[in-house]
């Protein structure tokens, strides 16, 4: 049964691992280790490429977020500018109104349209900043990685390292994210 798991967490890794580089060097990870690492030679796939290719992820979700709340604050100055400009023609609309009896129902025609710019705009603003929470959110799973990943290793793992288990226990990975099973013999 361990020898199975064993397989497939190995076939799980080095399935998702074709998306990364293969040499040594495109891992900082792998220090000072040439030629091809990532699967090497004999095809076993090092902890240098797992802890790299869950980096470069964990960089790239961070670049997203960032992207996301430029983009989140943006909106915000728009809508703030079109909320200026809504006021303004509302302004404009009801000076108009003053002026002459048949202004009046183009006043009313401006407001309904700036109101609901506004509200379109605040709508969007809204899902900005909803988009750039959802993006802070993702990147905060990134945090401690280091930590996760020590925990997760079945030698780090008292029960786990006593039945000679290897690789990721605590949970197993899913490709090359660390949200597999949690094995019985975790959190002995």
């Known amino acids: 049964m361990a020898a199975r798991q064993t397989i497939f967490f190995l076939l799980s890794v080095v399935i998702s691992a074709a998306a990364f580089p293969e040499t040594c060097s495109a891992y900082t990870e792998c220090g000072a280790l040439e030629g091809s690492c990532c699967p090497n030679k004999h095809g076993v796939m090092l902890d240098c490429c797992i802890m790299g290719s869950i980096r470069m992820k964990a960089e790239a979700a961070e670049a997203h977020a960032k992207n996301a709340s430029a983009a989140a604050l943006v909106a915000q100055i728009k809508a703030h500018q079109k909320q200026q400009a809504a006021k303004i023609a509302m302004q404009a609309a009801l000076r108009a109104a003053d002026v002459a009896k048949q202004a009046a129902a183009a006043?009313?025609?401006?407001?309904?349209?700036?109101?609901?710019?506004?509200?379109?705009?605040?709508?969007?603003?809204?899902?900005?900043?909803?988009?750039?929470?959802?993006?802070?959110?993702?990147?905060?799973?990134?945090k401690n990685i280091h930590e996760k990943i020590h925990a997760s290793?079945?030698?780090?793992n008292p029960a786990c390292a006593a039945l000679n288990l290897t690789g990721y226990c605590c949970p197993t990975l899913r490709g090359i994210s660390l949200?597999?099973?949690?094995?019985?013999?975790?959190?002995?």
């Not at 006043?107 to 959802?134: F, I, P, R, V």
């Open 107 to 142: 006043s009313q025609k401006a407001k309904a349209a700036a109101q609901a710019a506004s509200d379109q705009l605040a709508q969007k603003a809204a899902a900005a900043a909803a988009a750039a929470e959802a993006a802070r959110k993702e990147s905060q799973e990134f």
């Open 153 to 156: 290793k079945c030698e780090n």
């Open 179 to 188: 949200n597999g099973t949690m094995l019985g013999c975790c959190g002995a």
